[in-house]
């Protein structure tokens, strides 16, 4: 078997040109303090600066070093819980009206992308396949309730009509999304770090924060400095861990894992996936897979409630893929990585207020590529005065996990639960 040579991640290995940003060094003042410069954090920090505001984003590593940096780069629609969850919450209106926010996401996301010449690979299309015959009734009830919230441009597949899309037999049918799609994560997280330099905030990275004051005058503080500010925004995700233990047990990290193919050549990556759609497959711990602008086939999935990263993770990712493409069993595995995903209870994403003045939202739940953005757009609406529509997303419930030692064991026992569901559906 080709041995995985690792260390640096397809992203990190093709990553665009991008400056380095000082650390904090004493104390600052700014109107809103952005913790985190992931997709939240910067989209938050350019609504901000775009509206005049002097903005600070405190990130403890490097732009996109969090999952914004490390996804499978899908593009996906709605919300992982699914709508229902939603409606069983909000009601029928306002599920709708969630549903439009998620929608709007992909706007701001293909906007920013335009308006700020962000070079990172955009594709659309996406495929999800059924690994099981009887689930396609399920597909029908899909499309039907995607039509249903006037979301167009969804097809069924026969598992014919799939075969001929990609270059496998293991599926018996899909859905085909053509507003869906797959971009380079960490090529799209450092186009919107210099959107929201343009627009006047200030990143600084190696500046962790150990300390927030979530009073009425909101400060945050790092080994080298204080940021005090008139906001907000904490959007540190899964790597947050115990910095702000009110937010701890909301989400939970599980590690999710990608490796990427030697280059395959344009005629064989279009034998695996003909249109270069993001594929993914409709089962709980879910496989994911697309080609890259360079014709390698990325492919993720797995799950690790331990947050113990497997250690040869070619080896422990190689079986999935060629499950799925037993005729790349003899390509070399040029890339491995992982990275956490921040999960909520019931999936949907969490946001709300600390205080009046300290905004979060995470919890995207796998899902927060185009999320993200809309989130991190409706805390700089709340703070500029308009607070209707975070306040929609802030009125929906969440279940904690617990603390203490059950918080693993508990999520590996659901984790194991949910292998032997998809085995057996
Ligand atoms: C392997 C993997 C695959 C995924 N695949 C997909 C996918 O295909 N499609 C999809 O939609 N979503 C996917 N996701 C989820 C998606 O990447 C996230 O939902 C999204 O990136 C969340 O963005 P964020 O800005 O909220 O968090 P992050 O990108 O995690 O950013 C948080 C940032 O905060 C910083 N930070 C944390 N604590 C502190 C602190 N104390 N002080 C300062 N800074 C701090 C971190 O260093 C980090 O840079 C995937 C995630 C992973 C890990």
Redesign the pocket.
């Known amino acids: 078997m080709a041995k995985s040579t690792v260390a640096l991640s397809y992203y990190q290995a093709t990553a665009s040109p991008a400056p380095a940003h000082p650390p904090l060094s004493g104390d600052v003042t700014a109107d809103v303090c952005v913790?985190?410069?992931?997709?939240?954090?910067l989209s938050a920090a350019i609504e901000l600066a775009e509206a005049g505001y002097k903005v600070v984003v405190?990130?403890?590593?490097t732009v996109?070093?969090?999952?914004?940096?490390?996804?499978?780069?899908?593009?996906?629609t709605g919300f992982s819980s699914g709508q229902s969850k939603i409606e069983a919450q909000l009601g029928k209106d306002d599920a709708r009206r969630c549903f439009a926010l998620a929608e709007e996401s992909k706007v701001l996301l293909k906007d920013r992308i335009a308006r700020h010449a962000i070079d990172c690979d955009l594709n659309w299309g996406y495929i999800h396949a059924i690994p099981k015959a009887s689930q396609f009734d399920g597909l029908k009830e899909w499309k039907n309730e995607l039509d249903g919230l006037g979301y167009t441009g969804t097809q069924i597949l026969t598992k014919a009509e799939l075969e001929e899309r990609l270059g496998t037999r293991l599926y018996h049918g899909a859905l085909r999304e053509s507003g869906a799609g797959h971009l380079h994560?960490l090529n799209y997280c450092l186009g919107l770090a210099r959107a929201a330099i343009a627009a006047g905030a200030v990143i600084h990275e190696k500046?962790?924060?150990?300390d927030i004051d979530s009073g009425a005058h909101p400060s945050a503080r790092t080994a080298a400095g204080t940021v005090r500010a008139r906001f907000m925004v904490i959007?540190?995700?899964?790597?947050?861990?115990r910095?702000v233990p009110k937010l701890y047990g909301k989400i939970m990290p599980v590690g999710?894992?990608?490796i990427a193919t030697e280059p395959l050549g344009e005629n064989r990556a279009r034998a695996l996936i003909r249109d270069g759609e993001a594929v993914a497959n409709t089962n709980f711990i879910v496989d994911?897979f697309r080609l890259t602008a360079d014709t390698r086939l990325l492919f993720?999935g797995r799950a690790s409630y331990s947050t113990l990263e497997p250690p040869n993770l070619g080896a422990y990712m190689r079986p999935r893929m060629t499950s799925v493409f037993p005729q790349l069993r003899d390509v070399k595995i040029d890339f491995a990585w992982?990275?956490?995903?921040?999960i909520t209870y019931n999936r949907i994403p969490d946001c709300g207020r600390l205080s009046p003045t300290v905004y979060y939202a995470?919890g995207?739940s796998?899902?927060?590529?185009?999320?993200?953005g809309i989130y991190g757009k409706l805390m700089a609406e709340a703070i500029r005065g308009t607070a209707e529509r975070f306040d929609l997303l802030a009125r929906i419930r969440h279940m904690p996990f617990p603390g203490g030692p059950i918080r693993t064991p508990m999520l590996v026992a659901a984790m194991l639960y949910y292998r032997l569901r998809d085995a057996l559906n």
Do not use: D, K
């Open positions: 913790i985190g410069a992931g997709y939240t954090g405190l990130e403890a590593e996109g070093f969090g999952a914004s940096g490390r996804n499978g780069g899908q593009i996906c994560p500046s962790r924060v150990i959007a540190g995700n899964a790597y947050l861990g910095t999710s894992y990608i994911y993720g992982g990275g956490y995903i921040a995470h995207y796998g899902q927060g590529l185009a999320l993200a």
